[in-house]
């Protein structure tokens, strides 16, 4: 069997599997289940029904509010999921999962709606997803960018327009703002693309299809020249569609390698100028016990981490082998997605949201670029081609599927129009559906890939434990406890950036009793010998500086003088709190 048979056969197999968990999310009649699908897109306000409709369904594991209001004054919803009676939310490692900060990355919020359907529902009948519940928290923002979500559904776009908010911006450099919007000329609900016959132009109709156009060789005449998307021009500068609503991007705007407007495009004139980065830049702030990030986006099939740019430099090596340990992980989860580096194997982002969570709060962090065509085609990506020939093999084989699988219903065909400025021109192509969403039938297998992944990541968060306490009595009131920390994941409960850098306070281990008094304390590195690192000040209260790190153990020895109870708490920021009682007799 070869690897594209093998890829086949697992895709239909999961298909059938996402289906079927798919379906156990309709609600059956008089029913007060949600009557979610996960074969649909959801508008912002059937987002937010549906997200309500979650928590009213299951008001033990969660919870809906609103963390702020975006430009336009719609909630920002996040999702806290937790059970309260396995301990506070505070006292636990969390998992911030969001989407959907371009507009037009929709498919983004699905799996978040998704991932908190799953948890929320198979709490209770899957044993790996009720131990995930009880012992982690999660803080699920579908959509950061409301606006553009709504614009995006409501409004005659592409699939690449939108990506930004609705906040004002003179694009264009001529004192107007939003003046020059793309325009539905035909005024079917869709933005296609305009085209002209010109003999010097640099495309000629494929050979093969006439819908679809391809480069002319230097020594060939032209036939056509692309006008662009639809529009005129509304302000009389000579130009189409340059100044839409908004034009900013909400992914440059936080404060980790910051840059101003002339090094990169879409910034504001600070870091999180935008309400809808403040909101969750003080939520994120708020709650330092988050301990992974997983942020969606939208498209080509990619797991993504920092640095952004390569002025960075690179991240600490023990943290890249646990940024690797979890993609090459991902890889295998998600097939034809691939884990790169921001900046090395795409390009650069100076202000990014991921980047920020690492390298300004220590949180590892993720970004996931959903769909990838080479998925929806089941084939292999081709590294041997020239751009121009992945242009036009691309766009043909997409047609096919378009053809086939859709049934002609992604593509709307070239016909004549008289434009107010180009004269005869034709308007047809790919309508916004295409190319970046992914087809809504493929949609289950996606959300629950992803899902499974920043699961994994989520599981994979620090679970620091207080695994055992040996007492040796030394004489009638002194005793030696020797305790051993462990934390059986692959992320330490301390990045290394954030201890090299001190971003955040360390672990703390103490030992409080009425009658009990720490005589001394330190760290064990040679358990057969007894070889202890003393510590000076405050031996009830061990500071682990690099905290603990992942599938680990760490020793330490007390010299306490007292009788009676006595409690060992550990307290770890990025890990939660785990505590033991012992008796000193």
Not at 344 to 365: A, H, M, P, R
Not at 446 to 458: E, I, Q, S
Not at 488 to 494: G, N, S
């Amino acid at each position: 069997m070869n690897r594209q048979s093998f890829w086949l056969i697992c895709s239909s197999i999961i298909l059938i599997i996402a289906g079927a968990l798919c379906a156990s999310g309709f609600a059956a009649a008089g029913s007060k289940r949600p009557a979610l699908s996960f074969t649909k897109y959801y508008t912002y306000q059937e987002l937010t029904a549906a997200l309500k409709s979650l928590a009213e369904t299951h008001p033990q594991l969660l919870k809906l509010e609103s963390i702020g209001k975006s430009y336009e004054h719609r909630d920002i919803w996040l999702m806290t999921l937790n059970n309260p009676e396995t301990g506070d939310e505070a006292a636990k490692a969390a998992m911030y999962i969001d989407g959907n900060i371009h507009g037009n990355e929709i498919q983004a919020a699905e799996v978040c709606l998704y991932t908190i359907w799953y948890l929320a529902e198979n709490y209770g009948k899957i044993k790996k997803i009720t131990d995930l519940v009880d012992q982690r928290v999660f803080y699920i923002l579908p959509t950061v960018n409301p606006d553009g979500r709504a614009h995006w559904f409501d409004d005659p776009n592409t699939s690449h327009s939108q990506r930004g908010g609705v906040k004002p911006v003179d694009n264009d450099n001529d004192g107007l703002f939003d003046e020059d919007d793309y325009d539905d000329l035909d005024g079917d609900g869709e933005i296609l693309q305009m085209r002209i016959k010109d003999p010097e132009g640099r495309f000629k109709v494929h050979p093969d299809d006439p819908r679809l156009m391809m480069y002319v060789r230097d020594d060939e005449k032209g036939e056509y020249t692309r006008l662009g998307e639809e529009g005129i021009d509304n302000d009389g500068d000579g130009k189409i569609n340059e100044d839409g609503p908004g034009g900013y991007d909400p992914n440059r705007d936080w404060p980790a390698d910051w840059r101003p407007r002339y090094m990169q495009y879409g910034v504001g004139d600070y870091p999180l100028h935008l309400p809808e980065s403040q909101a969750v830049a003080k939520f994120v702030l708020a709650h330092p016990n988050i301990a992974g990030v997983q942020a969606y986006h939208n498209s080509g099939g990619m797991i993504l981490r920092g640095p952004g740019s390569k002025e960075k430099g690179e991240y600490p090596g023990s943290d890249i082998k646990v940024y690797d340990a979890l993609a090459k992980k991902g890889e295998v989860i998600l097939p034809f997605y691939r884990y790169m580096v921001i900046w090395k194997d795409l390009y650069t982002v100076f202000g990014g949201f991921i980047n920020w969570t690492y390298e300004s709060l220590g949180i590892f962090s993720f970004t996931n670029e959903l769909f990838s065509s080479n998925q929806y085609m089941n084939r292999e990506p081709k590294t041997d081609q020239s751009w121009q020939e992945r242009f036009e093999s691309g766009s043909k084989q997409r047609m096919v599927f378009n053809d086939l699988v859709e049934f002609g219903d992604m593509f709307v065909e070239w016909k004549p129009y008289n434009h107010p400025q180009f004269g005869e021109i034709e308007i047809g192509g790919w309508k916004r559906f295409s190319r970046r969403i992914n087809p809504s039938f493929m949609l289950p297998e996606l959300c629950h890939r992803n899902c499974a992944f920043t699961l994994y990541h989520a599981d994979q968060m620090p679970l620091p434990r207080i695994k055992n306490v040996d007492i040796v009595k030394l004489n009638n009131n002194v005793f030696k406890l020797r305790v051993t920390l462990e934390n059986r994941r692959e992320i330490p409960t301390v990045s290394q950036l954030a201890s090299d850098r001190q971003l955040h306070r360390p672990d703390i281990l103490s030992l409080e009793g009425e009658s009990a008094r720490v005589l001394s304390a330190g760290f064990l590195w040679n358990k057969w010998f007894g070889s202890v690192d003393l510590i000076e000040k405050q031996p009830e209260r061990i500071v682990l500086k690099q905290g603990i790190k992942g599938n680990s153990t760490e020793l330490i020895e007390w010299i306490v003088q007292g009788r009676g109870s006595a409690r060992i708490k550990l307290d770890c920021l990025k890990g939660g709190i785990d505590e033991k009682r012992i008796e000193l007799k």
